[in-house]
């Protein structure tokens, strides 16, 4: 079914191409714009290193448009301790009647399948280049992308943490640098990673071991001060292997051997608001950025486009601006919250206060002896009561 009208989507990463797939399928023209095509990423141990944690919502949304990378490693439980305390969180999908939590996946293989079926589609035209200029008025969107002008219903902006539409538009957008950046590699561990997810808060940024496909090989994403990434990246393997075990308390037994290590820095980051033109609209990074501490990072751009699709398939004449100032206004206060919990959690937990200690300690052992607390937060983190009820109804 042609729904008559186009809609101009900027970003093709795993957020922008989602959700061209998503629209052209109820029927609409898409134009998918990017500066180029994606290119393999930096691989370590048979692995990208690049990965992203998705929850069952997300995984529902993605396969409805391509099918499952088989790269990705599920995960079945959660365990979340810190430095100074006794007690932990443990979170296991049984407790749920599922059968897991959520999957790690690696970057390129879900890129790769996105663009294989971006470029297989009639009905999506990609145009590669930098956008220009943006221009909206009340009957749709011009764009320019290097020589050529595009026009528009609406336009979407998926393209990333440093918008090129958000930027052309001066949306104001704040920015909170958060002190730390975060060291990325996958190591191989002499014990199985058990299909768990295992964070461990230290005082200078929170570690976690994310399990791979592979029961040896974990993704890590260690978020620290400046000064202790240039003195982990200077270490030799054996060095850091040691260091960085030890970290985790050796809960996974030694680490056998690491890939290479990349940093980057690590802020958060919101735009005013999620529809900053009548016309257009930010999802993903391009709206939000948050602490990767927790992994929602991707689960909130994908379900952003949960969001969007939802509005337009209650919709059904032609699209108009105020159609999405429902969407707009809830994907902003859903950001401002994010933001604000994790902001609180590398906060509270970044401080060495005995006292401030003993109380984290009482709170997470009374959180994880309440078995409906923790169903709330699982819920939530599998994407919602909506996701799981189907799941369970199959």
């Avoid at 909170?176 to 768990?196: D, K, N, R």
């Avoid at 933001?339 to 959180?367: C, D, E, F, H, M």
């Amino acid at each position: 079914m042609s729904r008559g009208q186009h809609i101009a989507i900027a970003g093709a990463g795993p957020v922008g191409a989602v959700a061209a797939l998503a629209l052209q399928q109820r029927g609409f023209a898409v134009t998918i714009v990017d500066r180029r095509k994606p290119a393999p990423g930096p691989h370590g141990l048979g692995m990208d290193i690049r990965n992203v944690a998705l929850s069952q919502g997300s995984r529902k949304l993605v396969e409805s448009v391509i099918a499952w990378p088989q790269q990705a490693g599920m995960f079945k439980s959660m365990r979340v301790w810190e430095q100074w305390g006794v007690n932990a969180l443990n979170f296991d999908a049984e407790e749920l009647g599922s059968n897991c939590l959520g999957w790690i996946c690696e970057v390129a293989p879900l890129l790769q399948a996105l663009w294989q079926q971006l470029e297989a589609n009639a009905g999506i035209r990609i145009v590669l280049g930098d956008i220009q200029l943006v221009e909206a008025n009340s009957t749709g969107v011009a764009i320019t992308v290097a020589d050529e002008s595009l026009s528009a219903d609406f336009l979407v902006a998926a393209d990333g943490a440093r918008s090129a539409v958000r930027n052309l538009l001066e949306v104001p957008t704040q920015v909170w640098p958060t002190g730390q950046s975060a060291l990325t590699t996958v190591v191989e561990t002499e014990l199985s990673h058990e299909h768990t997810a295992w964070q461990r808060f230290l005082v200078d940024g929170p570690l976690a071991f994310l399990p791979s496909k592979h029961e040896h090989y974990c993704s890590v994403v260690w978020s620290q001060s400046p000064t202790s990434i240039e003195a982990n990246l200077a270490l030799t393997d054996a060095e850091f292997c040691q260091r960085v075990g030890g970290a985790l308390e050796n809960r996974l037994g030694n680490i056998v051997q690491v890939a290479q290590r990349l940093s980057f820095p690590l802020q958060q980051q919101l735009a005013q608001s999620a529809q900053p033109r009548p016309r257009i609209l930010l999802i993903g990074d391009a709206l939000r950025v948050v602490h990767p501490l927790a992994g929602l990072g991707m689960n909130l751009g994908l379900e952003d486009v949960r969001a969007l699709l939802q509005r337009v398939d209650e919709t059904n004449a032609d699209l108009a601006p105020e159609c999405f100032t429902k969407f707009a206004r809830q994907r902003l206060l859903k950001s401002q919250l994010m933001l604000r919990i994790l902001a609180g959690l590398k906060t509270l937990y970044g401080q060495p206060s005995p006292a401030l200690s003993w109380l984290r300690n009482v709170g997470v052992g009374a959180v994880n002896r309440s078995d409906w607390l923790k169903r709330q937060i699982m819920v939530e983190a599998l994407g919602g009561r909506e996701v799981l009820a189907r799941k369970n109804s199959h």
